[in-house]
């Protein structure tokens, strides 16, 4: 890993109540372009989960008699310590995960927005007055956070999964537990350095590091002063914690699967189309839950967008994400490469074309264990496994379609309503199809959607509740309704 400017930032043990926290069993992260062991970090159990829990129980009071303003001057100051050590942020982050070190630093300012924008909106969290029944009486509604939040965040953005959950929850008045993915834990204890640093009191920010994800997140889901449950992750998973957390009925904020359609309509600008397909598929090397899963491509300008596509392609580095120059790292691990190549086989054994197989040279000082090829294919159909499935890595999968109606029934079939993009310069085919398309997030000639200030998530088995937007905000509150009487 390349030497940090602040070396105190790279921590090794989980962080609770506002200390370190060490374990005598540890286990190693890993650098998935190299194989190479960056750290051991600390392996807590369950017993620390809730000792975590426990922490922010004791410091939720203090924490939510502060005024919104004395919670959003602690926020900002955290912002702007995130921002002042972007650099070493963004190289923990490509040590661990893997992305391109300039997408690493530009991860590292998306969370950072989040904790700005939460810092300002949390002091916007407005209640209601409501005309009375009778003269007597007066009717307000306020709102209050819910109380302890717990969350367990991926590994494909270890940073900004974090920073977006803690930063609506601390602004709502909320303390917080994160449980990170074990493959990615740096980003996560970096960011706990930060907040001590901001002045963040002990207990309101923990972060518990381990391997037991299972018996962890049972903790985290079903302990009787959790109030809420935010996760992000898989599908399966997110199902799992909604039945462990139904017995207290807890509130839920779920961000699952997608299987985004990506569609280009006739009379798209083909162009404009062909850098959003890049930035909405080939970002963190096609491992995020909004990337284009479905290339849904006109029959008539199939051939020029599939050639127009694989020639920017080929301008794309694979390598280590520390090397100058890269736009491709590796995938999380070598599971996640067998998957991706069982599903491209797969493909082809069903009739699919390999029209294209990247052939780049790797860069120097790495491990071809996790590293898959940009791929495209075409003559692909909706009902084959790589368009049911979360591909979660660089292939394309072209699948032609004749007609506007044909297309949009194809893209909703599936159980996913997560994300989708589509590019026409038809301005009526715009709202019909905007209304018509069955997913959370929609990108309209646009390939990149997310930013603070819009609310994330989706619909059907995609999952359910917002982050950002005053909608995230408002999913870590409780409306309380205040009747007084006996006024006259």
């Given at each position: 890993m390349q030497k940090l400017s602040q070396p105190s930032l790279l921590k090794t043990t989980s962080y609770i109540n506002g200390q370190w926290q060490a374990s005598p069993e540890q286990f190693a992260v890993l650098n998935p372009a190299t194989d190479e062991v960056i750290t051991k970090v600390a392996d807590a159990g369950v017993e620390l989960v809730e000792k975590a829990i426990a922490a922010a129980v004791q410091a939720l009071p203090k924490w939510q008699g502060l005024s919104a303003n004395e919670r959003a001057t602690l926020l900002k100051r955290w912002y702007e310590l995130i921002m002042q050590h972007q650099n070493d942020l963004a190289i923990l982050l490509t040590s661990e995960q893997g992305k391109p070190l300039t997408e690493a630093a530009g991860e590292i300012a998306y969370g950072a927005s989040y904790i700005e924008w939460f810092s300002e909106e949390g002091k916007r969290a407005y209640g209601d007055v409501i005309p009375a029944p009778s003269s007597d009486k007066h009717i307000s509604v306020v709102k209050q956070g819910v109380g302890v939040v717990t969350a367990i965040t991926p590994w494909n953005f270890p940073n900004a999964m974090i920073a977006r959950k803690a930063a609506a929850a601390l602004a709502a008045g909320c303390t917080f537990v994160v449980r990170p993915s074990e493959l990615t834990p740096l980003s996560a204890l970096a960011l706990a350095e930060l907040a001590e640093q901001a002045g963040i009191p002990a207990g309101v920010f923990n972060v518990v590091i381990g391997l037991d994800a299972p018996a962890m997140g049972k903790v985290l889901s079903q302990h009787k002063d959790v109030a809420k449950v935010s996760f992000t992750g898989s599908t399966a998973v997110g199902k799992l914690l909604a039945k462990q957390s139904a017995d207290s009925v807890k509130k839920l904020s779920l961000e699952l699967g997608g299987n985004a359609p990506f569609i280009v309509f006739d009379d798209a600008d083909i162009d404009a189309a062909v850098k959003g397909a890049i930035a909405a598929k080939f970002r963190n090397a096609g491992q995020t839950c909004v990337c284009a899963n479905r290339f849904f491509v006109h029959e008539s300008i199939e051939t020029e967008f599939t050639n127009k596509l694989i020639a920017a392609i080929k301008v794309l580095k694979i390598g280590n994400g520390l090397s100058a120059g890269v736009n491709l790292g590796p995938l999380i691990d070598p599971k996640a490469k067998a998957k991706v190549d069982s599903l491209i086989e797969q493909a082809v054994a069903d009739g699919a074309q390999l029209h294209y197989k990247g052939e780049s040279e790797l860069v120097v000082n790495v491990s071809e264990t996790s590293f898959v090829q940009p791929h495209v294919l075409t003559q692909v159909t909706n009902e084959m496994s790589?368009?049911?499935?979360?591909?979660?890595?660089?292939?394309?999968?072209?699948?032609?379609?004749?007609?506007?109606?044909?297309?949009?029934?194809?893209?909703?079939?599936?159980?996913?309503?997560?994300?989708?993009?589509?590019?026409?310069?038809n301005l009526k085919r715009v709202f019909r199809v905007a209304k018509a398309l069955d997913f959370g997030m929609l990108g309209i000639n646009e390939g990149i959607i997310s930013n603070?200030?819009?609310?994330?998530?989706?619909?059907?088995?995609?999952?359910?509740?917002?982050?950002?937007?005053?909608?995230?905000?408002?999913?870590?509150?409780?409306?309380?309704?205040?009747?007084f009487g006996g006024l006259i």
């Open positions: 790589i368009a049911q499935q979360e591909v979660f890595g660089p292939v394309v999968s072209i699948i032609s379609f004749h007609d506007e109606a044909t297309v949009i029934k194809q893209a909703n079939d599936t159980d996913y309503g997560l994300a989708g993009y589509f590019y026409t310069e603070a200030a819009a609310p994330f998530g989706g619909v059907k088995q995609s999952g359910y509740g917002r982050e950002g937007s005053k909608y995230g905000l408002e999913d870590y509150m409780s409306i309380k309704y205040l009747c």
